[in-house]
């Protein structure tokens, strides 16, 4: 009896209820053979009869032989084309996604075995080929399952099969624009993109994972294929919060702004500036950043969004760093005025943690935003350096008394004094309504002279006023 005619034999018995642990063990023989896969995979009979004994255990619960049938599949449709054809054709992944997508299975098992089979049988069945990608895609966008049991469905799966079902998505994403496209024009595709980004979340502590990493790489591929706001729009705005989900989103748009392989246009970088600007920072963090300072808030929502105001505003000091068109739209922006008004009531309403004061002040509470007056400052100092335009409506909008009373110690705020004073240096460079307004402000004692002398200006009286110079460098040194 051939090889083919043995295997549809067993497989006939499996369907019939009739499979002993010697037929099971002839299955598995079979799988682990490289000439017996090479017939029988490329048999439609085979396929034939793999995908009705399936079906039927299935519909039996037989979980065990389901798991056999599983593994002999995917080790078959490692022959390549043929076998991924075949099983197509005899509707392979409809009977893998009814086992997959069983609901009362997940429910009435207390560890989940089928979901990372399942899941290898469909990696498997469209690895390296782009029809058979596509096909495999579409079919699972299309399953016929209210999104609420598809979504329970990933939920319930086991860790271990979150590799081959990342390799699955990512494998069909990662590399087809079109596919990733697709995946937020179904409901099912935006609910799956959306577990796996919040799976991220579970995975960071262990970054040198092959999980992080294929989330990291679906994420930025998603980014790569300028799916920003597709994304974005999965989960609905609220005015008062950011969704754990919108969050992660900001990581993955750190992420593939400053880790990508390719070299990214820097109108695509002047994009996201533009958007993290307007969707985060002025509709959400910085409102309700007030907000929470003057009612002295401590609810959950404050960690997300002073995470929020740190990861967005360090990601756009580094782009206003290196990428001039992102810092053209930073300095057009009402960016810099919200800033100066945001750090107002920061200095407002918070008070200043030094050694002198330790006594008095326990840690930093939640609502007192630890870090967020250095984050300000250090962006200041980069989008106004250079810009006379800048200097002046950071002046006008009462901006240079409130950078000059960062330049002190605050514990909450490290180094908040050094880029103060860097601050304070790029907003005087050149502006003489600048230098003559700090000038006033020492004259009334209101400016420490040494702030002054470390941001290289110094004061001097002419006609009877008290004016600020640049001091002359001693050396050539200096001057660098």
């Given at each position: 009896m051939s090889a083919v005619d043995q295997c549809c034999q067993i497989l006939s018995a499996v369907r019939a209820g009739k499979a002993t642990a010697q037929s099971l063990d002839e299955l598995r023989a079979f799988r682990l053979n490289a000439v017996f896969r090479s017939e029988l995979g490329t048999s439609a009979e085979v396929w034939r009869a793999i995908v009705r004994a399936l079906e039927t255990v299935t519909h039996r619960a037989e979980e065990?032989?389901?798991?056999?049938?599983?593994?002999?599949?995917r080790n078959l449709l490692a022959c390549g084309a043929a076998a991924q054809l075949l099983a197509s054709t005899e509707q392979l992944q409809k009977a893998v996604y009814d086992l997959l997508f069983d609901l009362e299975y997940y429910k009435s098992t207390p560890r989940d075995t089928v979901s990372t089979p399942c899941l290898q049988v469909l990696v498997n069945l469209c690895a390296r080929s782009e029809v058979q990608k596509s096909f495999v895609w579409t079919s699972l966008m299309r399953i016929d399952l209210t999104d609420d049991h598809f979504g329970q469905c990933l939920r319930y799966m086991s860790p271990d099969s979150y590799v081959p079902l990342l390799v699955l998505i990512g494998g069909c994403v990662n590399v087809y624009a079109q596919l990733a496209a697709e995946m937020f024009t179904y409901k099912k595709g935006r609910v799956v993109f959306r577990f796996i980004m919040l799976l991220s979340d579970d995975w960071y502590e262990h970054e040198d994972s092959e999980v992080f990493g294929l989330i990291c790489s679906l994420g930025t591929g998603v980014l790569g294929h300028g799916l920003l706001q597709q994304a974005y729009d999965i989960e609905p705005e609220q005015d008062d919060?950011?969704?754990?989900?919108?969050?992660?989103l900001v990581k993955f748009v750190d992420v593939?702004?400053?880790r990508s392989d390719d070299a990214i246009e820097p109108e695509v970088l002047r994009s996201y500036a533009e958007f993290l600007v307007e969707r985060f920072l002025l509709r959400v963090c910085f409102p309700q950043s007030s907000r929470i300072m003057q009612e002295r808030l401590a609810d959950e929502r404050v960690e997300r969004i002073s995470t929020c105001n740190l990861l967005v505003m360090e990601l756009l000091a580094n782009l206003a760093g290196s990428d001039e068109a992102t810092l053209?739209?930073?300095q057009e922006s009402a960016l810099v005025e919200e800033l100066i008004r945001l750090l107002a009531e920061a200095d407002r309403l918070v008070p200043k943690h030094t050694l002198k004061n330790a006594a008095s002040h326990s840690e930093a509470k939640p609502?007192?935003?630890p870090l967020l007056k250095q984050h300000i400052v250090r962006l200041l100092s980069l989008v106004t350096e250079g810009s006379r335009a800048l200097q002046d409506r950071v002046r006008a909008c009462g901006g240079l008394a409130v950078v000059l009373s960062q330049c002190n110690i605050d514990d909450n705020n490290p180094y908040i004094r050094e880029f103060a004073i860097l601050c304070v240096r790029n907003l005087l460079a050149g502006n003489a309504a600048n230098q003559d307004f700090v000038a006033r402000l020492e004259a009334k004692q209101a400016v420490q002279s040494s702030v002054l002398e470390e941001a290289g200006y110094e004061t001097e009286i002419v006609d009877g006023r008290v004016a600020v110079k640049r001091i002359a460098p001693s050396s050539p040194l200096e001057e660098l």
């Open positions: 065990k032989v389901a798991i056999e049938l599983l593994l002999l599949s919060d950011i969704a754990r989900y919108h969050l992660v593939y702004v400053f053209g739209y930073l609502y007192e935003f």
